[in-house]
Each structure stands twice: as C-alpha cells, then as structure tokens.
C-alpha cells in the first residue's frame, strides 16, 4: 500500500493493554485510521469508540465484517488469540498480536499455518508480535554483544528475574486470572513470555529443558506462581531461569559467562569482566594449579534515546505493511512459537518430573492442559478491581 493512503486498523479487547496502551499510541498516529474498537464489555467500546471518534463493537465478527479493517491488534486474553488470528488471516487482514501467541505450541501451531496458508495467496500479508522487550535499549545492547561473539563460546547463563511481585488481591480482580482455563497458565503465561523471548532471541532454542514450577505456592491460585529451569543447549552452554510473583523486593539480574569472560546486566548496567585470554585454553595450558586469568572491569556504555517500547513496534508493524516488507518488523509473529514453547516445555517437565527434549511433544501437553482443565475445583473470590495488566473480556464469541 502508499504510504499516502491511511491504513484502516482495528482493535479487538480494551482492557488494560488495548485501551490504556495501544488506544493512546493510535491516537497518536496519522498513518493509520482507526474504523472500529471491539470489547464484548459494552461500556468499553463505547467508551473508547468515543475517544477514538469511530464505531464501537461488540463481537469481534461484526468488527470483521462491518468496518473494512485492512490490520487489526489483537489484545485479548490468551485462549482468544488463536480464533482471531485465524478468522483475520483467512479474511487476508494483518495482524499485530500481543503476547503470548497463544496457550499452547498446538494453538501457536494453527495460527501459523494460517497465516502460512493466506500468505501464499497474499504474499504482502503481515504478521507481528508485540516483543517490545527487543527494542529496550540494554535489551539492544546485550543482542549486540552476544551477536559480536566478543565473550568467545559461552559456557553459561544465569537469569534470574524476581522482580514479578503480585499480591491475592491482585489474582483475585479477574475470574479468569490464574485459572487454567482461563488464562492457561501463572507466571510463564502472563509475566514472562517477554522474558522466555529474549532468552531464546540472545541465545537461541536448548535442545533440552528440565523445569520445577510450584503450582500456588505463595498465592491462592491453581497455577505456577514460582519456577526455576533449566536448560542445555546442543553448542555445551547451560542456561538457569528463574521466577517467581512472589518477592519483594525482587532482582532482575542476567549472567552470561563466555570462554573470554562475563557480563552482568542489573540495575540498568552492562558489566563485562574481559579475560585476557580464552578460560578453557587456560584450564589446560596454566602452569598454576589456582591462578585466574587477567580480566579487565568495564562499564558498557549504551544509548538510551533510541525509539523504542510500543509505539515503536506499532511503527514498524505499519511499516512493514506500507512498504510490503515482513523484515521490518520487531518480531515475526511466528517467532512467538519459541518461548511459548519454552513455557510448555518447562511445565511439562514439571508435571511429568523429566527432562523434555525438543522439540516438544505438543499433544502431550496440550492433553495435560485439558486434563488440569476437566479435573479443576478451584473456587475463586473474584474482586472488582482495576489491577488487569492484561484484557479480561473475550471478543471473539457472539454467544
């Protein structure tokens, strides 16, 4: 398409993420022209549909059919992106879709092969993913070293991100929240699939993943709220990934450790202590039975006014459209494949107490999924409470 002509978007789900993130970042936008809002909560449409100076919806197929959207943003829960991906797809409409992809690998699955399906039909078509934790810029900075090879073969990573503190009440403002029906997961679902991500996007897939989730151990939930994995990746590094929503205060704190030194990234700072020379050369050439290699101590500077965040990816999404180009995107949305399967890998390790090669037996979970589904009792005390991070309201259904 010209960048001359406005492109029509549409926006389904207005809670937290869609009405108080991506609803501002349109406003803002002059390339695009926003032809309808969609929340199945009547009082959200309208309300944004007002803000928005366009036609509120209530089930995503009226959307669909009635307001001649080119790209639509998908900002719903998790179990609804996959049947609005799909009907967007087979309809030849763009899609930016929130984190994750989907609940599990079979549903990440289904959505790519339709994208697969219309692209071939529609070779334009994009697809994208909201991974806005690509474009920070620390986040840039450690893409940018690991990628230079400068801390030689890596060895190990440590990653350890406690700084995910929710309280009951916060679990309690959503029926759907921490229910395995209706968000399909605690922490690895909701908090950290950024965080699964970029692990994969600095380091790549493990080959095998051993994973210890506490299914409520600190809240009154039916899913994880506290996970440590571990992974093994087939070049000989490790990594360690550790979670949790209930410290505070928590830490935030990566460790990589390569054969020419380490980084640590904390606190918004890039330590690296390079080595003079390559530690598994040294193990078995020192004449020293203690001694450590030289390292020299040294602060990474890193650019922070770059574009970034949302409004960012939301740019390149609509540039990639604009110009016909997928690789201007942040992320593919098929990458979102990768740490969704990371999480169901590590989950159901846990569940099955064994280590998982990959690629994962997809039916397997999604089996035990159903499973923990069908045999569910779990009783909440749901509060009203405006403490969502992400939309609370399904879309897609006209039921």
Partial sequence: MSAATKLKVGIVGLGAIGGGVHVPILKGLDRVEVVGVCDIVKEKADQYGA???????????DLFDESGLEAIIIAVPHYDHTAIAIEAFERGIHVLCEKP?????????????AYEKAKAKQPDLIFGIMFQERTLPF?????????????????????????WFRSQLYFDSGDWRATWAGEGGGILTNQCPHNLDLYQWLFGMPSHVH????????????????????????????????????????????????????????????????????????IQDTPTKFENIETWYTEVPVKLNVPHNHPYVMERFISAIENGDESLLIAHGTEGINGLTLANS???????????????????YESKLQELIKRSKY????????LVEEDMTSSFSKA
């Fill in 51 to 61: 803000e928005l100076q366009t036609q509120a919806y209530y089930h995503v197929v």
């Fill in 211 to 282: 994973g210890f989730a506490h299914i409520g151990k600190y809240h009154n939930i039916e899913v994880e709220d506290e996970v440590t994995a571990y992974f093994e990746h087939e070049n000989g590094m490790i990594g360690h990934f550790i979670v949790t929503t209930a410290e505070s205060p928590g830490t935030n704190r990566m460790e990589i450790v390569g054969e020419f030194g380490n980084l640590i990234f904390e606190n918004d700072k890039i330590i690296i202590n390079k080595g003079r020379a390559s530690m598994i050369h040294h």
């Fill in 346 to 364: 590590i989950m159901l390790s846990s569940f099955n107490k064994t280590t998982i090669e990959l690629p994962i037996d997809a039916d397997a």
């Fill in 139 to 163: 986040h840039r900075k450690l893409k940018e070293i690991v990628a230079s090879g400068e801390l030689g073969r890596l060895m190990r990573v440590t990653w350890v991100n406690t700084k």
């Fill in 379 to 386: 009783k909440k005390n749901t509060v009203a409470a405006n």
């Fill in 101 to 113: 992809i989907a609940v599990h690998v079979n549903d990440a699955k289904a959505i790519i092969a």
